[in-house]
C-alpha cells in the first residue's frame, strides 16, 4: 500500500458523523484535507482539531445542491496545494417514509442531495483528474440499496443511482481516474434518527444504533484502503455493515 503523505483529499459532508471521521483519519495519515459542509461551525470545530493535532485542513462552506459550491470547493484544493488526488463524495440525507406517504418535498431533497450532489461533485473533480492524468473518486453509498426495506424505497433508489453512476464511470474510465464505491451499515452516527419523522420512528432509529452500529472510523479505514492501493489496482466496491445486521 502506498504512503498518503502529502495527498490533498475534499471531503463533502465533513462537518459530522462519517465525512468527520474520514477527514481525521486522513489528516492522521498526513493527508491534506479540504472540507466542505454546510455547517461552518461545525466545519471550524473539525478543522482545529485536525490542526491541533498536527495535520493540515482547509474548510469552506458547502452545499452539494449548489453545483458552483463543489466547483469553488475544488478549487480552493487546487489553489492552496496545486493538485486534488482523491475527491470523497460523502453528503447525503435521509427521508423515511412510505412511498403512499408522498413525502415529495422528501424525495425531491434526497434526489438533488444524494444523486445531484454526488454528480455535481465528480464534475468539479474530473476536470481536474483528466488534466492530471490522474485521480481517485470516493462514493459513499449505502447497504439500503442492498437490502430494500419498507420506507427506505426512494433512499434507497437514489443510492442504487450512485452505486450505478459509479460503476458505469468505472467502466468508462481508462484506469487514470479512479473510481470506488463505499456502502455503510448502521453507523453509530445521529443520521438514522435525524432522517425520519415520528417519536415512534425515532425510538426504534435509536435502538438499532444503539443495538448493533459500528463506529465511523470503521468507514474512514476502507477510505483509506482504497486509495492507498498501487496506481494499477483499483478497489470497486466495498461494503461496511455491523456483522449483527441482517
Known sequence: MQNLEGKVVVITGASAGIG???????????????????????????AKEIK?????????????????????????????????DIMVNNAGIARISRIDELDIEGW??????????????????????????????????????????????????????????????????DGSIRITGISPGYIKTDFAVKSVKTDEMKTAASKAVEQMAINPEAIANAVIYAISQPKDVEVGDIVIRPSKQN
Open 52 to 84: 491541533t493535532n498536527g495535520g493540515e485542513a482547509l474548510f469552506i462552506k458547502t452545499d452539494v445542491n449548489n453545483k458552483a459550491d463543489l466547483m469553488q470547493l475544488v478549487n480552493v484544493a487546487v489553489e492552496q496545494y496545486g493538485k486534488l
Open 20 to 46: 468527520k471521521a474520514i477527514a481525521i483519519k486522513l489528516a492522521e495519515s498526513g493527508v491534506k484535507v479540504v472540507l466542505g459542509a454546510r455547517n461552518t461551525e461545525q466545519l471550524e470545530k473539525v
Open 108 to 173: 425531491d431533497e434526497m434526489i438533488d442531495s444524494n444523486i445531484k450532489g454526488v454528480l455535481y461533485g465528480m464534475a468539479a473533480a474530473i476536470p481536474v483528474f483528466k488534466k492530471q492524468q490522474s485521480g481517485h473518486i470516493v462514493n459513499i453509498i449505502s447497504t439500503s440499496g442492498i437490502k430494500i426495506v419498507p420506507t427506505q424505497g426512494v433512499y434507497a433508489g437514489t443510492k442504487n443511482a450512485v452505486r450505478t453512476i459509479t460503476e458505469a464511470f468505472r467502466q468508462e474510465s
